[in-house]
């Protein structure tokens, strides 16, 4: 079935590092695929999106690029700040296109980011 | 722009009790979805609504479970005789479903759900 997975957390680094945290899936059509950010005592918010192999979605520094050969959508950020402490979560809508139905998320991966 | 309300932010009860929350979506968004996240899990869909019909309902959701959206504007989500396994955080989204626009989910904050 559909599913994502996600890497475990949590992650630590040091203000100005670069980040990855990686993400697969299984889908059996073309999902679109999406990070969201879960900052403390709020709601998820979306961070970027990619709805077709090879797009690439950024926002806030932050990017990831639909890989279909390896079923990857990895978050990527060249220098992280203190202000992007929060928990990620990497999420497939298997319908994809103009369709949206439920989506699948992955567990979360909890990001510390110290001064 | 008022974003997706949910209401209470944080509910206790105690076991065999009934509780009901609210949600009330983005105001022109005709799709609303709830979601359950149990800590250190991602949300898991439960049930999903295109105006006032409900269209999808997941396993997960059990016949304790009711969800309406009566007017096609703001949901409840009733949860009869609650056990403590029903401990987690409900999370509402809506989202706006057209003909070939590419659609977003936004969440609410959450309601965080303790059975004693």
């Known amino acids: 079935g559909d599913s994502v997975t996600q890497m475990e957390g949590p992650v630590t680094l040091s203000e100005e590092a670069f980040l990855t945290i990686n993400c697969t899936y299984t889908a059996t059509g073309y999902p679109s695929l999406f990070w969201y950010v879960q900052y403390p005592g709020e709601g998820l918010q979306l961070l970027l999106k990619?709805?077709?192999?090879?797009d690439k979605g950024s926002n806030k520094g932050f990017e990831a690029t639909y890989r279909k050969e390896t079923t990857s959508f990895h978050l990527e950020k060249g220098s992280v700040q203190v202000s992007d402490s929060a928990v990620y979560f990497c999420?497939?809508?298997?319908?994809?296109?103009?369709?949206?139905?439920?989506?699948?998320f992955g567990r979360g991966t909890q990001l510390t980011v110290w001064p | 722009d008022t974003g997706v309300s949910q209401d209470p932010r944080h509910k206790i009860t105690k076991r065999g009790q009934n509780v009901t929350f609210r949600c009330d979506p983005i105001?022109?968004?005709?799709?609303l979805y709830w979601y359950r996240q149990t800590l250190g899990q991602g949300p898991e869909f439960l049930t999903y609504f295109q105006n006032e019909a409900q269209l999808e309902k997941s396993r997960l959701l059990s016949d304790r479970f009711s969800a309406e959206r009566p007017k096609g504007s703001f949901s409840t989500l009733e949860i009869q005789r609650t056990e403590q396994g029903d401990s987690a955080m409900y999370l509402c989204?809506?989202?706006?479903?057209?003909?070939?626009?590419?659609?977003?989910?936004?969440f609410g904050p959450g309601t965080r759900l303790l059975v004693l």
């Open positions: 999420a497939l809508d298997p319908l994809g296109g103009s369709t949206l139905g439920r989506l699948y």
């Open positions: 105001s022109e968004h005709n799709r």
């Open positions: 989204a809506s989202s706006l479903a057209a003909s070939g626009l590419q659609e977003t989910q936004y």
């Open positions: 990619a709805t077709k192999a090879d």
